[in-house]
């Protein structure tokens, strides 16, 4: 009787030490840009100028790109909606 407690002990302490919680997954980050959505082979980096959008489409309210110049930057203000989904998909 007492190999049986001891036992079923053992097997109860293994099954604790087995169920372990899962890891909590942290959620993806968002991809970081990393090139001006007009000139798709210009970068861009943290200390690039950055555009707001100002539309109505509420996917990217909230958000901004980066560009690479000035002459990106008229471009861009002036079709955010087309711009905008180069960076941050249809």
């Not at 798709?40 to 959008?53: E, F, G, I, P, R």
């Amino acid at each position: 009787m007492n190999r049986l407690v001891i036992a079923l002990v053992a097997v109860s302490v293994a099954a604790a030490a087995f169920a372990q919680k899962p890891k909590p997954v942290a959620p993806a980050k968002a991809k970081e840009q990393t090139n001006c959505p007009m000139m798709t082979n210009k970068k861009v980096d943290a200390h690039s100028k950055s555009v707001a959008y100002a539309g109505k489409n509420p996917k990217y309210k909230g958000k901004s790109v980066k560009f690479c110049c000035g002459m990106c930057e008229a471009a861009i203000k002036k079709d955010q909606d087309k711009y905008f989904a180069v960076v941050f998909g249809k």
